[in-house]
């Protein structure tokens, strides 16, 4: 069976590579997904873009066990040279755009939760989601699904990692501040000028650690990533605004992070666009992660961000395919990485849930 849902996994993998599937546009592949589950006389739902289904024998008063990844895609960027929206096979490569990010990853998911769907008597219940809009950390993806689905004791989500356990992964904060002096001339004397003023702060920003580090993650990794001021040559602005990206391990919550630099951060304001994508992990003592280290797998910390962030159950990402080709050019997935992810996926439950 496993052999049939591979080359079948592979099929639709193709199939979702041509079908365009932007962030909020994923209405054409869930309708592939929707078409996986009746092939397979799957009982499913759709909600929205989301398309996802229980095991056929879940039993209340079990643990339940999330297994998801995504369908939708970031745009192609400009340095293709190959089509994004073809699946190509050429030697051993699956290319296509989101085959990497997460295709692979999900339809390896598809198929594990597949092959467990008529078990009887699993020690979890299986929930699966194929989600909509995670590039996009979109209001109508997973996050809008936990209210939907049974309530969820523990996941796995399918980003590729080379299916090593990422057991921990890093939060998000997106901060905008505004710095303020006096505008003026640029022809007269100013000693309020917001620009230089700004040199300061960057360095106070470069220089600025948070203390607590985490063994798996490291530390907050905080990054000016955008700044911007003036309109004109002759005329000295009265603000800048500067754009700060905060990676948060997990000794941290997000709100400490927003409270931390409003506490200290020398802006006149600074304002998080959102505290809901916090870190995330799994204890290393977790059923899952020791069934995996058992079979080999190595454990280590994501620095990027998925769909984890919106759980606040324990969650393991795991999946085929290296986190270094997604959003790259002519992305692409090795075909016997989606072979070995299905088999994996499928032993690793079989020690858990059978």
Known sequence: MIQELTQ???ALLKQLIETQSFSSEEDQTASHIEAWFKRYDIEYKRTKNNVWAVNKYFEEGNPTLLLNSHHDTVRPNSAYTKDPFKAIVEDGKLYGLGSNDAGGCLVSLLATFTYYYHHKKLKYNLV???SAEEESSGPNGLN?????IPKIDVAIVGEPTLMNLAIAEKGLVV????ITGTPSHAAHPNDDNVIYKAIDVLQWFKDFKFEKGSEALGDVKLTVSQINAGKQHNAVPA?????IDVRVNDAYTNAEIDK???????????TPRSLRLNSSSIPT???LVKAGID???STYGSPTLSDQAVLSCPSLKLGPGDSTRSHSADEFIYLNEIEEGIKIYVELLNRVIV
């Not at 603000?239 to 754009?243: A, F, R, S």
């Not at 931390?260 to 600074?270: C, H, K, W, Y």
């Open 285 to 287: 003592d977790h059923a």
């Open 239 to 243: 603000d800048l605004n500067l754009v």
């Open 144 to 148: 809008s699904m936990l209210s939907v």
């Open 175 to 178: 901060f905008d501040a505004v």
């Open 8 to 10: 079948d996994a592979i």
């Open 128 to 130: 699966i989601v194929a």
């Open 295 to 297: 079979m080999g797998r």
């Open 260 to 270: 931390i630099l409003q506490d200290n951060a020398p802006v006149t304001s600074i």
